[in-house]
């Protein structure tokens, strides 16, 4: 792989403000927008420690050059049977500036790493809007392989939508 462009890093107490900034329609995007009003940063939890446990968590993407936040990474469990089958459903946010630039793809492809190192899932899955092209390409492109449609599983904008199902597997060449 090339230079990294993006690392993944715990969020901080410091983060707080830049979280809530970007918390709004315009940053989140159409097929984030859920149309909840903006929450507060949970202040309480960052100023404990990391925002991650056994269950779920969240990381920033920030570029390698400066150090520049450029969006979110998050994950939560899915139970698809006993212990052994849990996985980790994976989400992804970045700043509109910063989309178009393979970061995404880097970002996703480093947090699917992370959680195979350091847990000991079989699988990380995400699923995207079936009109969200880019995204679907940048998954494909960290290693996802597609695997079907969610027919009306998110409700969104006022209607429900068919998401496109990817994953990837411990053993999958990254």
């Known amino acids: 792989m090339n ?9 901080t107490l410091a983060d707080a403000d830049l979280l809530e900034a970007w918390d709004t329609p315009a940053i989140r995007g159409e097929f984030n927008d859920f149309g ?5 940063a949970p202040r309480e939890a960052m100023a404990k420690g990391p925002l991650r446990n056994d269950h779920n968590g969240q990381l920033i993407v920030e570029l390698v050059a400066d150090g520049t936040p450029i969006g979110t990474v998050g994950w939560h469990q899915v139970v698809n049977g006993p212990v052994e089958s849990i996985a980790w459903n994976i989400g992804i946010t970045l700043i509109p500036e910063a989309r178009g630039h393979g970061y995404g793809t880097e970002a996703q492809r480093l947090l699917a790493a992370y959680l195979f190192e350091t847990t000991g899932v079989n699988r990380v899955e995400a699923s995207t809007d079936v009109a969200n092209g880019a995204e679907q390409r940048s998954l494909e492109k960290a290693g996802f392989r597609r695997e079907g449609i969610m027919r009306g599983a998110q409700f969104r904008a006022g209607a429900y939508h068919d998401l496109v199902l ?5 053993d999958d060449p990254a």
Request: hydrophobic residues 25%; positive net charge.
């Open 3 to 11: 230079d990294p462009h993006v690392r993944l890093r715990d969020i």
């Open 36 to 40: 909840l009003p903006p929450s507060p």
């Open 166 to 170: 990817y994953s990837r597997l411990r």
